[in-house]
């Protein structure tokens, strides 16, 4: 009885410090620099209100207060760091106190790289990666398609974002395209079938989504979650169902008009 007790104690006191373990950290303010890249490059952080861009700017600085950025062959600059804690931040900014706890360190590779992280030779397909294994809590990003995702600005794609919602998926144990602690039990159901339905879509030639998202259930939410934030106005006239079902995801609207 008294070890049920103490193992209660232990599963009350030990869970929430656990994932409250980030939070302790003191973060810094904004530099200048990183709000004039964010002014620039980043559509996302643009469209929202005064207000809300503060919001966006305190957790992108608590992420990389939280989350060391290293890099491998190639130098880590202030754009860089400003890209991927956009991307970090894009996916979960619906979710106020939502942290990546599965996320201790992302590495930047110059560019592509293969499964065994080589930098060279064959099979260097590899531009984005969420580490499992030894490589657990560890993110692989190649820095060439980290830019190329804000760079250009009419695209539906974007590898950092594309990872973050990976993670944001593995958060339940399973990477399976459908994220648990986002998505309420009643949309479970109506986005695995919009799921397969989009997906028969592609192989039918009937859609404008990345045909990567064929893959698995996981690469196709991960591969809409780009197009969601990277060209919300765009998927929402296109592919309406879709759009509405994702805004019940990720609890936001990202479309111009809901932002004003
Ligand atoms: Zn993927």
Known sequence: MILAVLALCVFIF??????????????????????????????????????????????????????????????????????????????????????????????????SFNHKFEQSGEGRNVLGMVGDGALNNVMVLSK????????????KENTAIHEFVHLVDKTDGSTDGVPSFFVDKQYVLPWVQQIHKEIKRIFDNKSDINPYGTTNEAEFFAVVSEYFFERPDLLKSKHPELYELLTKIFHQQPDMRNKK
């Open 14 to 111: 030990y869970l929430p410090l656990k994932h409250r373990k980030k939070t302790i950290v003191e973060s810094l303010p904004l530099p200048d620099s990183y709000k004039t890249i964010l002014l620039a490059d980043v559509l996302f952080y643009r469209n929202l209100s005064d207000e809300k861009k503060l919001e966006f700017e305190t957790r992108m600085m608590h992420f990389l207060a939280t989350t060391r950025i290293t890099g491998i062959k190639t130098e880590v600059e202030e754009t860089d760091k400003v890209y991927i804690a956009a991307s970090a931040i894009i996916p979960i900014f619906g979710f106020p106190h939502w942290e990546y706890i599965n996320l201790h360190e992302v590495l930047l590779y110059p560019d």
């Open 144 to 155: 060439h398609e980290v830019r190329q995702g804000f760079i250009n600005k009419t695209g």
